[in-house]
């Protein structure tokens, strides 16, 4: 199995960024996907999930409104809109896929994770 996750950088705040997981390796469609994050000398902490078919999302209260998680079956993929970023928003952002039908807000409960892409916000 293999997550492979991109589409982080550096951009300013305010701006916006569109991370991209990639799956292989597992019948995606049945996987809720979550994506998480890690910031330097930070513990790992929920960003957003949604479930194996995509009609229930939900987010942290911190990036409710800004972030939209999605996923596309046919392509294996799930997405994560960024926008208005902030810097508190620095991290290296991680997707993971759950064999949950809703996924969970605890990095406990994936089975996989991808390789992690880093998003940098400066002020």
């Known amino acids: 199995v293999q997550l492979q996750a991109c589409g982080g950088g550096l951009v300013q705040a305010g701006g916006f960024l569109r991370l991209s997981c990639q799956a292989s390796?597992?019948?995606?469609?049945?996987?809720?996907m979550g994506w998480f994050r890690q910031a330097p000398g930070k513990e790992r902490e929920f960003v957003a999930k949604?479930?194996?078919?995509?009609?229930?999302?939900a987010y942290d209260d911190s990036v409710k409104g800004r972030f939209t998680i999605s996923r596309d079956n046919a392509k294996n993929t799930v997405y994560l809109q960024m926008d208005n970023l902030k810097p508190e928003n620095t991290a290296v952002y991680y997707c993971?896929?759950?064999?949950?039908?809703?996924?969970?807000?605890?990095?406990?409960?994936?089975?996989?994770w991808g390789q992690g892409t880093l998003v940098t916000v400066s002020s």
């Open positions: 390796g597992l019948t995606f469609s049945t996987y809720a």
């Open positions: 993971a896929a759950d064999q949950s039908v809703l996924g969970s807000r605890s990095y406990g409960s994936y089975h996989y």
């Open positions: 949604i479930s194996r078919g995509g009609s229930s999302t």
